[in-house]
């Protein structure tokens, strides 16, 4: 699966098919109007800033599992990822475009790395930029003609020139797993959290 499902599922498989309880949002909020195709703005660009929030369910040979995560972009510079399941967190990872580092708060493990591993494991070169262009909504463009792939669906216009996603599919073609994810609180130019703490109790997690 390309990185950003691995780390989801990494993160997600304490997660139990459940309703999980929603993240508390504070700050402003911008107001979305779902727009119809022929009237729909633009794909958001030129921001510094991406975050939004959302519900994950995630389909595989063991059932679905349904978590809430929050991410944050800082174009080409760092992406957080934090998932949570009834209310309590069970992971965090922050990607850069070098480097790794995730925590798994279930299992009491972490990584610090490279991306060596996953394309091991994912067979497939990936790196920060994949990761990047599929959150930013390009993975269709980028993962055309592999064995996974992205589509977008139920666009919302977040002003009158620009509009964005608000439901991500992630498929495995080998029917492995999909990601369906569902998003709210999409903002630009919000800084937001970009470092994780390694908790001294946490063995390192072998790769």
Same mark, same amino acid.
């Given at each position: ?21 929603? %993240? ?7 107001? /979305?109007?779902?727009?119809? +195709?022929? @009237?729909?703005? *633009? &794909? ?53 475009? %070098? ?7 279930? /299992?009491?493990?972490?990584? +610090?790395? @490279?991306?060596? *591993? &996953? ?89």
């Amino acid at each position: 699966m390309m990185l950003c499902c691995g780390v989801l599922l990494m993160g997600m498989s304490g997660c139990a098919t459940a309703q999980v309880a929603q %993240d508390t949002v504070a700050g402003p909020q911008i107001d /979305t109007v779902l727009a119809s +195709v022929d @009237t729909m703005p *633009p &794909l958001a660009s030129g921001y510094q800033w991406l975050s939004y929030r959302g519900k994950a369910d995630i389909v595989d040979t063991g059932g679905t599992r349904t978590c809430n995560f929050f991410f944050v972009n800082r174009v080409d510079s760092i992406i957080y990822l934090n998932v949570s399941a009834y209310g309590i967190e069970v992971m965090r990872a922050v990607l850069t475009p %070098d480097s790794i580092k995730y925590v798994n708060k279930l /299992t009491y493990q972490y990584y +610090v790395g @490279t991306y060596a *591993p &996953l394309r091991l494991l994912l067979k497939r070169p990936v790196n920060f930029a994949l990761v990047q262009d599929i959150l930013q909504g390009y993975g269709d463009e980028r993962l055309a003609h592999s064995s996974f792939s992205c589509e977008y669906h139920d666009f919302a216009a977040m002003d009158s020139t620009r509009s964005f996603f608000t439901e991500m599919i992630l498929k495995d073609l080998n029917h492995l797993v999909e990601i369906q994810a569902h998003l709210k609180v999409i903002r630009f130019d919000v800084p937001g959290p970009t470092g994780i703490k390694i908790p001294e109790k946490f063995t390192e997690l072998k790769l």
